[in-house]
């Protein structure tokens, strides 16, 4: 069955940001990158779209630009454009800018998808590479990689999801100490040293994300995230 064509923004093409827009072009959507200067981007009708995807990393301007980007959106109600919001699983470590952005997009459009992002992972970002020959705590780990990341948005795009709070974290997690340890030999960066004990981070779950997709981890292990085959 072909997929119907879709207008979607993205607001903050990064690292993911550029991979989901690969992604949907790839299945035909038309895809816009946006940038920070939203009244040029409302004025070529970049935001008259089917679905914006809000990605930006946090900033001093972090709550304003979202702000203003969906109410960009809103200035053209006739096409009830999908909201999908990238937040943090720091949520849950009370940070208060992720917090507030999660407050404020709900505000805005109460049916706006949330998506609370483990530590993104994948191809070059190597857990452990940035804190080589540090000592830190050991925790539980809560990642996710890109590709699944990607595949979610995806899907909640095809499905026309609207107004859910997910957590976004591979379904198989492990430690810090486990994974550093492993990539350093793997990458032949120098170790990470961790303190006696670990921290009271508790793991997270993508069930009811998986229960409401219907959607299959690629990346299901932590542990094979940077398998080299």
């Known amino acids: 069955m072909t997929k119907k064509k879709k207008k979607i923004a993205i607001l903050g093409c990064g690292w993911t940001g550029k991979a989901l827009q690969k992604k949907l072009e790839g299945e035909g959507h ?15 009708g970049f935001y008259a779209c089917d679905a914006l995807v809000i990605a930006v990393p946090p900033s001093d301007e972090y709550l304003d630009l979202i702000e203003d980007a969906l109410f960009s959106v809103s200035l053209n109600e006739a096409l009830d454009t999908q909201i999908i919001f990238l937040s ?7 940070k208060e800018i992720i917090i507030e952005a999660e407050e404020l997009v709900k505000i805005k459009d109460p049916d706006t998808v949330i998506l609370r992002l483990g530590g993104l992972m994948g191809y070059d970002r190597i ?3 940035y804190t080589e020959g540090k000592t830190i705590e050991d925790a539980p780990t809560n990642y ?18 609207k107004n859910k709070i997910f957590n976004v974290v591979a379904p198989l997690q492990s430690t810090k100490k486990e994974i ?26 993508s069930d009811i994300l998986c229960d409401v997709l219907g959607y299959t981890f690629q990346k ?10």
């Open 220 to 229: 299901e292990d932590v542990k094979e995230f940077w398998r080299q085959d």
């Open 144 to 161: 996710v990689h890109r590709d699944d990341v990607v595949g979610i948005i995806t899907s909640i795009i095809d499905q026309r999801i």
């Open 127 to 129: 857990a452990g590479k």
């Open 180 to 205: 550093f340890t492993q990539n350093s030999k793997q990458f032949s960066f120098d170790e990470t040293y961790f303190v006696d004990g670990i921290s009271n981070i508790k793991p997270l779950s």
């Open 30 to 44: 038309e895809v816009n990158c946006l940038s920070r200067d939203i009244d040029m981007d409302t004025l070529v």
């Open 88 to 94: 943090s699983t720091s949520f849950y470590d009370k």
